[in-house]
């Protein structure tokens, strides 16, 4: 899917910011030839050798593949597992696919390669409910009640105080202190525990991905089960998928771009950590296939 980032007023006037850009890095000449050349990445050794090879079987299904199988998300036989880098996620990610979204055309299947733990498929209408968690899950999606990602704790504390209010008539009993004797420092400890518990509690642990084309999206975001979830909308950036959807503008990123891009911007506004491209990895194949795909339009004479 190529997935809308930031509002439609502001993309007349961001559209020049460079396509996965890096946070820090910005620029250079040599980097509007490659925009993703900034990028901290494994080595794609393994993938210049199984370019060369050719296609190769899926371990699992044996059909004849490139790279990777796009329906069992595992590597082909030439790409051995062990040369493919792992990311470590600070949360779960859910991907939603749109029924008709062409595997061998989508990006989701990336994340799941690279994340394997902490990516989950699913092909819609087969969905879970996430109904009772929904203070602490939201969905990337923009729209007229759409936050910014700097704006998710002070969100998800409002949706955390409504859920207990709703689920435990404590809410209406007398302050605790008055049900039983606790001595002072007890009391401190107790109040620091019940802290320590509602900031875990408005701790956002699962963020969901649709993967479809815009056109496909309605059926889907309109689904009950994915109703009163916080929506995130993320900032402008250029995308630098080569299957740009005809007449949307280039600020639709890809599915892989979309996680790639929050995922930075989650780990600077939330977690407050500078960014030292802990999860640039996620573009291993993006990068790689936008590399191959560059070059061979460059020798057809297209660019």
């Known amino acids: 899917m190529l997935i809308p980032s930031g509002s439609e007023n502001s993309q007349g006037l961001k559209r020049n910011t460079e396509c996965l850009e890096s946070p820090e890095l910005q620029t250079?000449?040599?980097?509007?030839?490659?925009?993703?050349?900034?990028?901290?990445?494994?080595?794609?050794?393994?993938?210049?050798?199984?370019?060369?090879?050719?296609?190769?079987?899926?371990?699992?299904?044996?059909?004849?593949?490139?790279?990777?199988?796009?329906?069992?998300?595992?590597?082909?036989?030439?790409?051995?597992?062990?040369?493919?880098?792992?990311?470590?996620?600070?949360?779960?990610?859910?991907?939603?696919?749109?029924?008709?979204?062409?595997?061998?055309?989508?990006?989701?299947?990336?994340?799941?390669?690279?994340?394997?733990?902490?990516?989950?498929?699913?092909?819609?209408?087969?969905?879970?409910?996430?109904?009772?968690?929904?203070?602490?899950?939201?969905?990337?999606?923009?729209?007229?009640?759409?936050?910014?990602?700097?704006?998710?704790?002070?969100?998800?504390?409002?949706?955390?105080?409504?859920?207990?209010?709703?689920s435990d008539d404590d809410c209406s009993r007398e302050p605790f202190l008055k049900q039983a004797k606790i001595e002072p420092e007890e009391e401190k400890n107790l109040n620091e525990c019940i802290s320590s518990n509602r900031s875990e509690g408005t701790r956002l642990k699962k963020i969901i991905f649709i993967d479809s084309t815009w056109n496909q999206t309605n059926k889907i975001i309109t689904d009950e089960r994915l109703q009163g979830l916080l929506q995130i909308e993320l900032k402008t950036r250029k995308t630098c998928f080569w299957r740009h959807q005809k007449g949307k503008p280039d600020t639709y990123l890809s599915t892989i771009e979309a996680i790639y891009y929050f995922l930075v911007d989650y780990h600077q506004e939330i977690l407050k950590e500078n960014y030292k491209g802990q999860y640039d990895n996620l573009l291993f194949f993006f990068s790689f296939m936008y590399t191959l795909i560059k070059n061979a339009k460059c020798c057809a004479g297209k660019e």
């Open 28 to 166: 250079p000449s040599s980097f509007q030839d490659n925009p993703l050349q900034q990028l901290q990445l494994a080595s794609q050794e393994v993938l210049e050798k199984a370019k060369k090879s050719g296609r190769s079987k899926c371990p699992r299904c044996s059909s004849s593949r490139m790279f990777y199988c796009y329906t069992c998300f595992v590597p082909v036989e030439t790409v051995p597992t062990k040369e493919i880098p792992v990311v470590k996620l600070p949360l779960k990610i859910d991907i939603i696919k749109h029924p008709n979204e062409t595997d061998g055309k989508s990006t989701a299947v990336h994340a799941k390669l690279l994340a394997p733990d902490d990516v989950t498929i699913y092909k819609y209408p087969c969905i879970p409910e996430y109904e009772e968690k929904r203070h602490e899950i939201a969905l990337i999606f923009p729209g007229p009640n759409s936050i910014s990602v700097k704006d998710i704790a002070f969100h998800l504390q409002k949706y955390a105080k409504k859920g207990v209010c709703d």
